[in-house]
């Protein structure tokens, strides 16, 4: 039997597929299970640890065998439901967790050895011995488990991510949905309907009920004409609502192309972020099976998922079919298939007193206890009354009743509430604030019942929310009570099983009770239960059920599970939403970016920048050899350095001072109108926190400078100061870092150049001396403010133009000085001049140094109440005696490497004899060696003498001579010339 | 989550910078004897209710306004928002 008559697909189209290399044929509205089932393949897979042969048993996302991996190459996507993939022509899929093929697994060797493997099997059997953990166990585990396989190649598609506010979200677009949404959006209220099906109706697409004497796709043509007349209304198809967050916020998936043989150009799923005032959980329900010995042959499948495969897709994968069921929603799958011609073997049913529903044998009063076929159903043994007989079938469709799909009314802690009226959890108080479940959510499995409950839920939120909204005319539908025997697994000797995907059986939860792990909490640990990537759609209430039988506690007394987000898998891809790559963050480029990239700057990132690393020359093979002409070049002539990417903040106000003055270690408030000081900030726990330059440029107004790392968490800072500590205070903040171009001008022409540029301004030294700053303008009236501060040890300046300026300053710079020998530098050339000056930076301020640490203990006033200034005085920090020292290596042909680590010579490197750490280093070429700066414990007193940095890690050991941090200019001649 | 920024109305709580405890507050003076003491307490020794807590939120990516959030850290509800400076200068008011 392949297709059956009807159904909702386009036989007048034919998509070709291929399933583990074989060809195949399916028409549009098929999913890859239903074409595979419809071509009469009932074995799809092979389950988690014993590779037992595995068909689809569901319809829909609950499917736990049907695992594929689906497309080829780089969109290779492991764990795929076969059950939700809609089918498109030339799809490729491949079974997984198989090796040489499906039908023939190596691994099924695994399922003989069961007894071995039983629930806790990892905890008890690989404890010993503790090494053989990472070199043979691990390994040897993950390589037998795991499903699917990963492509190993970078996602070729593009995602995205968006925002949708709404009054109402309406999740499930079946019956109780479509009647929701209906109401809501008739009203005029925002709302959104979203359903992970790529065609609204639910399980309306999977029966055979009237509405109003028709088929129900009448009535769903007639409702999406009216959704598509509502602009207020958006309907997202393929769109899976995974979890609910804090304050109406929903998290969604849409996948936009997955339907499509390449997504090209466009995004393949979207990330939405929905923000809703009142939502309705109209998600349906997932049918139970009902365990018994071998109930996993591939051909067992869920009575209700026989039926929407038979109805929706024309599809029965068996000429003859049985079912199990204890309720009387099973009778209707024998029903339906008798009439599109498929042969009934018989409806087994537990309870005594049921009559058929048709022309079917039916085995009241008896169970299936046992199936054959190891690849693919042959027959089943029914059991009733004492005696048992062998029944052939393909198929069986079970059904053990139906549970809620309540899962996002529990992710806020909602608590499940059993039922009893429909043996059965339901959503519970303490959910998600604003959800409502309607319909078979929350119980109501009628289609009557489900079309009013979605309606009045719908009436009642926009109630909540201040609106009105009229019942709309529903159609009659059927209004039959579910009626079911409680029976929840069949005993037996053989394995049945409970969880499928995670080979969880009957025996298992036996085991992990007999081994006291009986809370839900520890059964699930134990067994592994629910913990696959169905999250345990199918398996959790029945495992509670069966553990219930065997403490003999009713089951809300055994306990409940709850479900966490994501409801199905969310790929990484779409979380990302797009932000990979080069758009992983924001890239901020300097204002000389594009003149640094024409003369041919390497570029580094530094935080969101890109700074110009340094600026190579024709014939120059090695960036050192760059760098040393770079560094030699400034210190003889000038060199040319943006800046600016060193944070600016601007303060001002009446009391500007005195909050500088809070705000920094180091005195500021004698610091005069036209002067620049070198700052520290402390935390208030009294570590160093930031440093920098604070420039008065009136009695008023300063400009603090941070470090480029620390511009943000440093304003932060400020603010705080501002707002939180010291709001009495008139001073206003705002970061400029952006606005201006500073580009640092150093070296002994540094002035010569500049006097070229000013538009008469006297910078001669006793006009404008070391630490001046001003106000002033440049190349014939441009607005610009000079700093005359110095981070390399030379003369120096430093100069701001408004950004978009910067590329001009700096191109006009360096003409202005071709024969003053200006020569642009990068942060290369930067650091070296700083590490030979022996100035902090972001190395020595990595947040775990002092004051004290970095030689400026002293500049901590005791004079006044500052930031982390009482906290830099505990005995703690005070006894601690690393400071910071020079460090030159003994034979100036060694390395000198940051990292390493500092010992006495002839201590046996250990945490016990460990005297610092080298926090920078570099190569000299004023030196012509390595040179460091470190921590050095009792360093002040160890000037002059030899120890050695150990770098265990590329095998080095180094004799260093510990030595002033200064190389450069050390009584500061150079700056003040 | 949103958080109800009284200028601005409900912002995604992802503009915004956490800090912590709204005690942050209450600095010591440290010019005052026993300091030091103070200090280690401002520092080191925090609440961590299960429950209604006063928390400090940063408007970084807005309007870089510091705010006393009051949550609830159990159902992360959120029973009120205050600019800190507000604050601030009332328990100014209040301590003198």
């Known amino acids: ?977 | 989550m949103l958080i109800p920024h009284p200028l601005l109305g409900p912002r995604d709580s992802q503009e915004f910078t956490y800090l912590g405890d709204a005690g942050l507050l209450n600095r010591p003076d440290g010019m005052a004897a026993g300091a030091e003491a103070a200090f280690h307490d401002y520092v080191y020794l925090r609440d961590n209710p299960a429950g209604v807590h006063r928390e400090l939120w940063f408007h970084e990516q807005g309007d870089r306004s510091w705010l006393v959030v009051t949550r609830n850290t159990v159902t992360h509800e959120i029973l009120g928002a205050e600019l800190a400076r507000e604050v601030a200068l009332r328990g100014q008011e209040g301590g003198q």
């Open chain 1, 1 to 977: 039997m392949t297709r059956l008559s009807g159904g909702l697909i386009d036989r007048t189209q034919t998509l070709r597929f291929r399933f583990d290399g074989k060809d195949y044929a399916g028409h549009p509205g098929d999913t890859l299970a239903s074409a595979l089932l419809a071509s009469g393949v009932r074995l799809m897979g092979r389950s988690f640890k014993y590779h037992r042969p595995r068909g689809v048993v569901s319809a829909g996302s609950e499917e736990p065998n049907a695992l594929v991996e689906l497309r080829t190459a780089a969109r290779q996507e492991p764990n795929t439901r076969a059950t939700t993939v809609e089918l498109f022509d030339g799809l490729e899929a491949n079974s997984q967790n198989r090796w040489p093929s499906l039908a023939l697994d190596a691994l099924e060797v695994n399922d003989l050895f069961a007894p071995f493997f039983a629930a806790g099997f990892y905890y008890k059997t690989f404890m010993w011995p503790k090494r053989f953990w990472e070199k043979l166990y691990e390994p040897m585990i993950r390589r037998a488990a795991g499903l699917g396989r990963l492509s190993m190649q970078p996602d070729p598609d593009g995602y995205d991510k968006g925002f949708l506010h709404c009054d109402l979200l309406v999740i499930g677009a079946g019956p109780a949905g479509l009647a929701a949404a209906l109401t809501a959006a008739r009203s005029g209220a925002r709302v959104i309907l979203a359903d992970e099906d790529f065609r609204l109706g639910g399980r309306l697409l999977a029966e055979t009920h009237l509405l109003d004497d028709r088929p129900a796709t009448d009535w769903l043509a007639q409702v999406e004409a009216e959704f598509a007349s509502l602009p207020n209304l958006r309907v997202m198809r393929r769109t899976t609502v995974f979890g609910v967050f804090d304050h109406g916020v929903f998290g969604a998936v849409e996948r936009v192309a997955d339907h499509l043989p390449d997504p090209g150009q466009g995004v393949r799923q979207t990330l939405w972020r929905i923000t809703a005032s009142r939502a309705i959980l109209a998600a349906g329900a997932t049918e139970r099976h009902i365990p018994f010995a071998n109930n996993d042959r591939p051909g067992v499948m869920l009575a209700g998922s026989l039926r929407a495969y038979a109805n929706r897709w024309a599809a029965c994968p068996a000429e003859r079919v049985a079912i199990f069921t204890n309720n009387s929603d099973g009778h209707r799958t024998a029903l339906d298939l008798a009439a599109k011609g498929v042969d009934i073997a018989g409806v087994i049913d537990p309870r005594d007193d049921v009559q058929p529903l048709g022309d079917y044998p039916l085995f009241s009063g008896s169970v299936v206890s046992d199936a054959r076929g190891r690849l693919e159903l042959s027959r089943v043994e029914v059991t009733g009354n004492g005696r048992s007989h062998w029944l052939d079938c393909g198929v069986l469709g079970v059904s053990g009743g139906w549970n809620p799909n309540l899962h996002l009314a529990s992710h806020h802690r909602g608590r499940p509430r059993w039922s009893k009226a429909i043996q059965a959890f339901v959503p519970g108080a303490g959910g998600p604030a604003g959800l409502e479940a309607a319909g078979a959510a929350a119980g109501e499995g009628s289609t009557h019942a489900a079309l009013q409950a979605g309606a009045r839920a719908a009436q009642a939120a926009l109630d909540a929310l201040g609106l009105r909204a009229a019942s709309p005319e529903l159609p009659r539908a059927e209004d039959t009570r579910l009626r079911q025997a409680a029976l929840w697994h069949v005993p037996g000797k053989g394995r049945a099983w409970v969880d499928f995907q995670n080979d969880v059986t009957v025996k298992d939860i036996k085991l992990a009770h007999a081994e006291n792990m009986r809370p839900v909490e520890h059964l699930k640990r134990w067994t592994t239960l629910g913990m696959a990537t169905d999250q345990g759609k199918t398996a959790n209430v029945t495992a509670l059920a069966v553990m219930s039988e065997l403490t003999g506690k009713p089951i809300p007394e055994t306990g409940t599970t709850i479900f966490r987000p994501p409801y199905t898998g969310v790929s990484l891809s779409v979380l990302g939403g797009g932000d990979t790559g080069r758009h992983f963050r924001p890239r901020r480029l300097t204002p000389t970016h594009s003149w640094a990239e024409a003369q041919g700057a390497v570029f580094v990132e530094v935080g969101q920048w890109m700074r110009a690393q340094y600026f190579p020359r024709p014939g120059e093979t090695h960036w050192r050899q760059t760098v040393d002409r770079e560094v030699l070049a400034t210190r003889a002539g000038v060199g040319l350095c943006d800046v600016t990417t060193l944070g600016k903040v601007d303060v001002q106000g009446a009391d500007a001072g005195e909050f500088i003055n809070r705000l920094y270690c180091n005195g500021m408030k004698t610091l005069k109108v036209g002067m620049v000081r070198y700052g520290l900030m402390l935390r208030e726990d009294g570590h160093a926190f930031d440093d920098g330059t604070c420039a008065r440029l009136a009695e008023d107004h300063f400009v603090v400078t941070t470090t480029t790392a620390q511009a943000g968490p440093v304003y932060r800072h400020m603010e705080f100061a501002r707002q939180c500590l010291w709001p009495e205070l008139d001073v206003q903040l705002i970061s400029t870092t952006d606005a201006w171009a500073q580009l640092s001008v150093a070296g002994p022409n540094a002035r010569r150049l500049l006097e070229r540029l000013v538009d008469g301004f006297d910078l001669s030294n006793e006009a404008f001396p070391f630490m001046a700053c001003a106000g002033l303008t440049v190349c014939g009236g441009l607005r610009a403010r000079l700093f005359r501060i110095s981070f390399s040890g030379e003369l120096a300046y430093e100069i701001a133009v408004p950004a978009r300026f910067g590329a001009a300053l700096m191109a006009r710079m360096t003409e202005l000085g071709a024969d003053l020998g200006a020569t642009p530098y990068g942060t290369e050339a930067l650091s070296v001049m700083r590490i030979e000056k022996g100035h902090a930076a972001g190395n020595e301020l990595n947040g775990q140094t002092t004051a004290q640490m970095l030689g400026m203990g002293r500049m901590v006033s005791t004079k006044k109440d500052s930031i982390g200034a009482v906290m830099s005085r505990r005995e703690g920090l005070v006894a601690d005696s690393r400071v910071l020292v020079g460090l030159q290596p003994v034979d100036p042909a060694d390395p000198v490497v940051a990292g390493a680590h500092l010992f006495a010579e002839g201590a046996p490197p250990g945490t016990e004899t460990d005297l610092g750490w080298i926090s920078s280093a570099c190569h000299s070429p004023h030196l012509q060696s390595g040179l460091g700066l470190g921590f050095l414990a009792d360093g002040a007193a160890r000037m002059g003498e030899v120890i050695v940095a150990a770098n265990p890690l590329e095998g080095q050991s180094v004799r260093l001579r510990v030595v002033s941090p200064h190389f450069i200019d050390p009584d500061g001649g150079r700056l003040r010339a």
